[in-house]
């Protein structure tokens, strides 16, 4: 079975520059959440869909990014303009569901670097 | 608000010692406790859960148990590998409000030969 897939696996970009990220869940899963993850922390939720829903975007700084799940199955976040600040690992994550149990499977990230 | 608080690493152990990676939490309610490993190059992935008080996950030789009085699910193996080098995270997931998932900043271990 594969596993959740993202693309690309590196970005090199200058400020003041767009970028997108896409995600792949694994077949079936609902739920799909993206995360950032900053050197040395723990990921931190930007925003969760149910299907094509978001249902938890609070911590997503909208001024700048923007994410869609059009058929409720695979996912792209994007940047624009992209500041020196976003430099990070940028993870995608899957689950039947959000259910407070529930297991998230990752992909492996796109580490994104804003020169 | 829930957050979860697990000890700095990097963590440098022999080969076959016995390992311990506290973490605590602060929660309402009863969440579902988490310890996931990301190893270099990979995503993360679940090592092990526990739903509720008193409750024991385990995987590959390793253990946590869900202790609601100390609000604490300390990760142990009683022998380490080289192959176990990697970072730890512990997470909580809250039964009410959203489901939203907290991470810990994570432990790095190092295992040596």
């Known amino acids: 079975e594969a596993g959740v897939v993202q693309s690309p696996r590196y970005k090199i970009i200058e400020k003041k520059q767009p970028v997108a990220f896409w995600c792949n869940p694994i077949?079936?899963?609902?739920?799909l959440y993206w995360y950032l993850q900053n050197l040395g922390q723990g990921p931190e939720l930007l925003i969760r869909?149910?299907?094509?829903?978001?249902?938890?975007d609070s911590q997503l700084p909208k001024d700048r990014f923007s994410a869609e799940r059009l058929k409720g199955v695979d996912s792209t976040l994007k940047i624009q303009p992209a500041e020196l600040g976003d430099s990070a690992v940028y993870l995608c994550a899957s689950s039947f569901g959000a259910q407070t149990g529930n297991e998230q499977f990752f992909g492996p990230g796109t580490r994104l670097t804003v020169l | 608000g829930n957050s979860v608080t697990q000890m700095e690493g990097p963590v440098t152990l022999s080969e076959e010692a016995f390992l311990t990676i506290n973490c605590t939490y602060t929660a309402t309610g009863y969440p579902s406790l988490f310890w996931y490993v990301q190893y270099p190059g990979e995503g993360l992935q679940l090592l092990l859960k526990a739903t509720k008080a008193d409750d024991k996950g385990s995987n590959k030789g390793f253990e946590a148990t869900y202790r609601k009085e100390t609000t604490s699910f300390h990760l142990e193996k009683g022998s380490v590998q080289v192959s176990d080098s990697a970072v730890y995270f512990c997470?909580?997931?809250?039964?009410?409000?959203?489901?939203?998932?907290?991470f810990g900043a994570g432990t790095r271990l190092f295992v040596k030969a």
């Open positions: 997470a909580l997931t809250p039964n009410t409000g959203g489901f939203k998932t907290i």
């Open positions: 077949s079936g899963h609902n739920t």
């Open positions: 869909y149910e299907n094509e829903e978001a249902v938890d």
